[in-house]
């Protein structure tokens, strides 16, 4: 039988892993000029991604995530690659799979399409939109993934469409993760949605887990995870930030270094966060340092 994120879940807390962007970039492969899911293909790339997976396997994670964030037919039609979703996907959740061998779960990365919602004042109809997440979905699974992880959305109606994709195609568990701002005095996606309501309409569409990753530090992503805990009996997952992006000399840098990122990981436990891991700018010595400090 298979393992159950949930049941595992019921024991302690649980390890994400660290950004998989910002390390590919960090190898200097990302110029952002292509899309980094064409790695999981490309000889040579293929074996970074593979070594980033593994840093993280054995800094402690006991969920990685496949390198297809971005692995939709908008995104990579930017990139003249809308024609290899499937291939991509199940590429990269093989490769996933590979590094794992056995000793943490793969959750199937599914992000944003970068497109507006028709009814969020856009012109992608939800039918585009969910056409492009089943193609996504069924790459992703026919790769073989134990568990799905919709991560950085910041319209709740388009994380909705990407959670029916999956539901309609499998029975795995799914982590729904939205990204929230501070500003203006108040934490809220760039849609306006609070930590609250996120958690509240995630609960109701049905998603197994809600999550806040990326868009800030760990300070800052303390406050958001004890506000979702309030509104929903749902495990919470977290992933921030290595702090917030810098641009020092033409590089993206983020300050927070691994012992401090770990210093808050006992604040996100001790918020509700039951999955923790890290979004930009984290590495997997944050994940060592807070398994470490978790007492995992
Ligand atoms: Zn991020």
Redesign the pocket.
């Known amino acids: 039988m298979k393992t159950d994120i949930l049941e595992k879940l019921s024991g302690r807390v649980l390890l994400l892993d660290s ?1 998989m ?1 910002s390390s590919l970039l960090a190898e200097k492969f990302g110029s952002g000029l292509e899309a980094g899911e064409l790695w999981n293909v490309e000889d040579g790339k293929k074996e970074k991604v593979r070594q980033i997976h593994q840093a993280n396997v054995r800094a402690g994670s006991d969920v990685v995530i496949t390198n297809t964030f971005g692995a939709n037919r908008f995104k990579l039609g930017h990139y003249g690659l809308a024609g290899r979703v499937r291939e991509l996907n199940s590429a990269g959740a093989r490769l996933c799979r590979e590094a794992a061998e056995g000793k943490a779960l793969v959750a199937g990365d599914i992000g944003p399409t970068g497109e507006i919602l028709e009814g969020s004042g856009g012109d992608r109809t939800p039918d585009e939109v969910r056409a492009g997440y089943d193609e996504q979905v069924a790459g992703l699974l026919e790769g073989g993934v134990d568990l799905f992880i919709l991560e ?1 959305f910041m319209d709740v109606e388009e994380l909705k469409l990407a959670l029916e994709a999956v539901r309609a195609a499998s029975e795995l568990r799914v982590i729904a993760s939205m990204t929230f701002q501070s500003g203006a005095g108040r934490l809220a996606t760039m849609w306006g949605l609070t930590p609250e309501q996120a958690a509240r309409e995630l609960t109701e569409a049905g998603t197994d887990i809600v999550g806040a ?3 800030m530090g760990s300070e800052e992503m303390v406050q958001v995870v004890g506000r979702m805990a309030g509104s929903t009996g749902l495990p919470i997952c977290a992933q921030p ?1 290595a702090g917030l992006p810098e641009m020092v000399e033409g590089k993206t840098v983020y300050r927070e270094t691994p012992e401090q990122m770990a210093e808050k990981a006992v604040a996100l436990a001790a918020a509700g966060a039951r999955l923790i891991g890290g ?2 700018g984290s590495t997997p010595e944050y994940i060592a340092a807070a398994k470490v400090k978790l007492g995992l």
């Open positions: 950004a962007g950085t990753n990326c868009g930030n979004c930009c």
